[in-house]
C-alpha cells in the first residue's frame, strides 16, 4: 500500500522558517521524482519544488533563493527547508511521487500559515 505522510506544517510569522518532511512507503522510492504543491484557498495547486531521482532540484520562481528541496533515499523521504517565508506562501502543501509511465502518488497534505 502506498503512502506518503507529510508533517512539520504549522504557524509562522513572515521570515520564519518551517522544514516539511513527507515520509514515503509501498513503492521504490529512489526511482521515482519528487516534488511539493501547495494549493492556496481558491486557487490552483501550483509546483513549488521537484528532485529528480537523480537528485536534481527545480525550482518555482517565486521560492527560488528561499526553499531547498533535499531526499534522503535511504529514509525514505523527502523534504522542503522553507526559509524567509512570506504570507502568500499560506496554502496546504502536498507531496507527490511521480515515475514515468507509473502512478502518481499523493499524500494528504499539511498546512502552512504565514501571519504575524
Known amino acids: 500500500q502506498v503512502q506518503l505522510v507529510e508533517s512539520g506544517g504549522g504557524l509562522v510569522q513572515p521570515g520564519g522558517s518551517l522544514r516539511l518532511s513527507c515520509a514515503a512507503s509501498?513503492?521504490?522510492?529512489?526511482?521515482?521524482?519528487m516534488a511539493w504543491y501547495r494549493q492556496a484557498q481558491g486557487k490552483q495547486r501550483e509546483l513549488v519544488a521537484l528532485?529528480?531521482?537523480?537528485?536534481?532540484?527545480n525550482y518555482a520562481d517565486s521560492v527560488k533563493g528561499r526553499f531547498t528541496i533535499s531526499r534522503d533515499n535511504a529514509k525514505n523521504t523527502v523534504y522542503l527547508q522553507m526559509n524567509s517565508l512570506k504570507p502568500d506562501d499560506t496554502a496546504v502543501y502536498y507531496c507527490?511521487?511521480?515515475?514515468?509511465?507509473?502512478?502518481?502518488?499523493w499524500g494528504q497534505g499539511t498546512q502552512v500559515t504565514v501571519s504575524s
Open positions: 528532485i529528480s531521482s537523480r537528485n536534481f532540484p
Open positions: 509501498g513503492f521504490i522510492f529512489g526511482l521515482y521524482a
Open positions: 507527490s511521487a511521480d515515475r514515468t509511465n507509473y502512478n502518481t502518488y
